[in-house]
């Protein structure tokens, strides 16, 4: 009567047993079904008078800093013009401040582009419009 007991006690464990392993290995394979999308970090220093700015085909990008140094006697500006396809366009103020003659414009900002938006800076003289050449630093994430 006792073994009878035990090997009951026995087989029941070892069902609870093949039954939990069965559940958990299941959930592990629906998980590794998940698709994650990883952010990837991007950094652009470069020496322009304008600058086009596009994500990849089916990808997001996000400007997180935009700083622009322009070393020029005259009165600089710096236009950030973002175009959206859903033609929902506009434009950012950059702040910015002189050291002599040196102007630093932008700083941290948060501007998204989808695929198929774009994002244009210029740097040209407020009073006559001809364009300045500048360093641009751009840094942001990929997705």
């Avoid at 039954?19 to 994650?36: G, I, P, R």
């Avoid at 622009?68 to 600089?76: A, F, G, R």
């Amino acid at each position: 009567m006792t073994n009878n007991r035990l090997y009951n006690i026995y087989t029941a464990i070892l069902s609870l047993l093949v039954v939990t392993t069965a559940c958990t290995t299941s959930k592990n394979k629906q998980q590794a079904k998940v698709k994650e999308i990883v952010p990837v970090s991007f950094s652009k220093d470069t020496s322009a008078t304008s600058l086009i700015i596009k994500p990849a085909e089916n990808r997001k990008m996000i400007i997180e800093n935009l700083q622009v140094y322009v070393s020029n006697n005259t009165q600089p500006g710096v236009g950030v013009a973002v175009k959206r396809t859903d033609n929902k366009n506009s434009n950012v103020i950059l702040p910015h401040i002189v050291n002599g003659n040196v102007y630093i414009f932008g700083g941290l900002i948060n501007i998204t582009l989808n695929s198929g938006d774009e994002a244009k800076i210029e740097v040209a003289d407020i009073e006559t419009g001809k364009l300045l050449n500048a360093r641009i630093v751009i840094s942001g994430t990929e997705q």
